[in-house]
């Protein structure tokens, strides 16, 4: 069986047919890559910045463990087949996220 470890700030919740039938808990300590900006310019007074995204220690791979991150994670380190975000999310009546259907890697 795989190991499947939550590395994001929130629960991500597997639905299907409506209900969550798995959870993943939060991460204490997430991952997040590093972000250097500098405002570029204003819009109508509101700062506009340009943001460079840097680097995040990520775990090592180990075989039959994913993790779950997010896709700007997943984007940065293309390479890491052990990476997966939530897709084909699941919203409630106010269109807020309660769970996604599967994993894109």
Do not use: W
């Not at 590395?7 to 204490?28: E, G």
């Amino acid at each position: 069986m795989n190991a499947i470890i939550n590395t994001t700030p929130h629960n991500v919740n597997i639905v299907k047919d409506k209900k969550v039938v798995n959870t993943f808990l939060k991460s204490d300590n997430p991952l997040r890559l590093s972000t250097t900006s500098n405002q570029v310019g204003d819009l109508d007074g509101i700062p506009v910045m340009s943001v460079t995204f840097g680097d995040v220690e990520l775990p090592a791979f180990q075989p039959d463990t994913y993790y779950i991150v997010s896709a700007l994670i997943k984007n940065a380190f293309p390479d890491r087949t052990d990476l997966i975000v939530p897709f084909d999310l699941v919203r409630d009546d106010n269109g807020i996220i309660i769970g996604c259907k599967s994993f894109s890697k």
